[in-house]
């Protein structure tokens, strides 16, 4: 044997891992970062409409008589509450229309809209 068939696995192999390791990159790059639109409820009532995609350094929001909200950058998340059972805040970030923020004790609600697909559903 001359390693030739050796050395042209190899190169296939090398090869895949190449293309494999670009679609990884295009996907990280282009797939955005989520929601376009943050709106902000109290009550029912809208007290606060954020554009995500324009949001240049995170920031937080107070909502309410013990709500805070971190804003960033594609996403939001609740940073506080004041509510007994924190479920809100151990929710952690929110990027996606189908995963809303909801404190029940503080009625506050945060719905996402817009932004490029994404899943249809959130468990």
């Given at each position: 044997?001359?390693?030739?068939?050796?050395?042209?696995?190899?190169?296939?192999?090398?090869?895949?891992?190449?293309?494999?390791?670009?679609?990884?990159?295009?996907?990280?790059?282009?797939?955005g970062?989520?929601?376009?639109?943050?709106?902000?409820?109290?009550?029912?009532?809208?007290?606060?409409?954020?554009?995500?995609?324009?949001?240049?350094?995170?920031y937080?929001?107070?909502?309410?008589?013990?709500?805070?909200?971190?804003?960033?950058?594609?996403?939001?998340?609740?940073?506080?509450?004041?509510?007994?059972?924190?479920?809100?805040?151990?929710?952690?970030?929110?990027?996606?229309?189908?995963?809303?923020?909801?404190?029940?004790?503080?009625?506050?609600?945060?719905?996402?809209?817009?932004?490029?697909?994404?899943?249809?559903?959130?468990?």
């Amino acid at each position: 044997m001359d390693g030739k068939p050796e050395l042209s696995l190899r190169l296939l192999l090398g090869g895949i891992l190449l293309l494999a390791a670009a679609a990884l990159c295009c996907l990280l790059l282009f797939s955005g970062r989520g929601a376009a639109t943050a709106e902000v409820y109290l009550d029912g009532k809208l007290v606060q409409r954020i554009d995500l995609g324009s949001v240049t350094s995170p920031y937080s929001l107070d909502v309410g008589d013990g709500n805070t909200l971190e804003v960033d950058r594609g996403r939001v998340r609740m940073l506080r509450a004041n509510c007994p059972d924190q479920i809100c805040v151990h929710q952690s970030w929110s990027s996606a229309a189908a995963k809303p923020i909801v404190c029940l004790p503080n009625r506050v609600t945060v719905i996402l809209t817009g932004g490029r697909g994404g899943p249809d559903g959130v468990l």
